[in-house]
Structure formats: C-alpha cells, structure tokens
Nanobody, 115 residues
C-alpha cells in the first residue's frame, strides 16, 4: 500500500535551516509529481514546492529563493531544503504524491520557527 513517511521537522531559530525528507513506497515513485504543502492554524493549506517527474520545480513567492525541492528516484525520496526561515514559516508540512485532489499524503511534520 502507498506510504509517505516524513522526517526532519523541529524547532529552529529565525534565519536557520531545516531539511525535510519524505520516503515513498507502494507506487512507482519516478512517474509521480511530488509536492510539499503546509498548513498553519487558522490558515488554508498551501503549496510550498512542487517537482514534476522530469525535475521541473515551482514555488510560490512566499518561499521562492529560500526553499528548494529535490528528488532522488533511486531512494524514492523527496526533500525540502528550507533556508532563511521566518516565524511565518511555522506550520505542519505535508508530503504529497500525485496532486492535491486525488493524490497521497504523508502524516505531516511540525516546523516551528521561533526565538
């Protein structure tokens, strides 16, 4: 069965960095677009990074230049490198395979940016 297992969240100071990982199983990873989403209390879920099977990436303006998504098909893993973190980046971050509506989701990992 499909499974997405996330790791790497935690507490970090403003300006710091974290790298999130998502290990996938149960489907042909290399054929799927992958994404990272986040949701903070009182806010809508939002896409923060997207990568196609061919490696094309997209980011919203809120994270562009600070976050980088990458994938390692040999490891069935997608990463999110987060640099220059801000308090407003605080949220639960979710790994997604195959899209918002019909895709698969990880369990989420908490990222907190605070002094």
């Amino acid at each position: 069965q499909v499974q997405l297992v996330e790791s790497g969240g935690g507490l970090v100071q403003p300006g710091g960095s974290l790298r999130l990982s998502c290990v996938a199983s149960g489907f042909t990873f290399r054929f799927y677009a992958m994404g990272w989403y986040r949701q903070a209390p009182g806010k809508q879920r939002e896409l923060v990074a997207h990568i196609t099977p061919g490696g094309t990436t997209n980011y919203p303006d809120s994270v562009k230049g600070r976050f980088t998504i990458s994938r390692d098909n040999a490891k069935n893993t997608v990463y999110l490198q987060m640099n220059s973190l801000k308090p407003e980046d605080t949220a639960v971050y979710y790994c997604n395979a195959g899209g918002l509506a019909n895709g698969y989701w990880g369990q989420g990992t908490q990222v907190a940016v605070a002094s």
